[in-house]
């Protein structure tokens, strides 16, 4: 089986790159700087799911986003999570959080309303993220 983007995933994110394992995703939401990673792998639901060189690598892309997102954004924390409770496909959340974000200091799902990105800052930020990641 290939791999294919859950379709919520797709409908929620813009695309920014791939990374040697990882899709990167923007998430459509201004109000948080806010990254997906996809492990290119079909049928991964879970961490545990990937087999040691994947598990490593994504581990690798974790802490390379996190380390662009930090510089990029000077957050006072970020929050990395996989849950997958609404959307099964295996998805990794790096999320820089402020301490006058609309979440804070409370976890930012099901929080106020998305704020789409509008138009020039969505290209802004996509450029941002792949110029740190170095993804063409």
């Known amino acids: 089986m290939t791999f294919a983007l859950h379709p919520q995933l797709a409908a929620d994110t813009f695309p920014v790159g791939d990374l040697a394992l990882s899709a990167v995703l923007l998430m459509n939401d201004d109000r948080f700087p806010w990254v997906i990673l996809v492990p290119r792998r079909a049928n991964m639901r879970d961490l545990i799911d990937l087999d040691e060189a994947d598990a490593g690598a994504c581990s690798g892309e974790i802490r390379l986003v996190s380390r662009a997102?930090?510089?990029?954004?000077?957050?006072?924390?970020?929050?990395?999570?996989?849950?997958?409770?609404?959307?099964?496909?295996?998805?990794?959340?790096?999320?820089?959080?402020?301490?006058?974000?609309?979440?804070?200091?409370?976890?930012?799902?099901?929080?106020?309303?998305?704020?789409?990105?509008?138009?020039?800052l969505r290209a802004e930020r996509i450029e941002m993220l792949r110029a740190a990641l170095k993804i063409a």
Do not use: T
């Not at 402020?98 to 789409?116: H, T």
């Open 69 to 120: 997102m930090k510089e990029l954004f000077k957050p006072h924390k970020l929050n990395v999570a996989a849950l997958g409770n609404m959307v099964p496909q295996l998805h990794i959340h790096i999320i820089a959080r402020f301490a006058e974000d609309a979440a804070w200091p409370r976890p930012v799902w099901g929080v106020g309303e998305i704020r789409p990105y509008p138009e020039p």
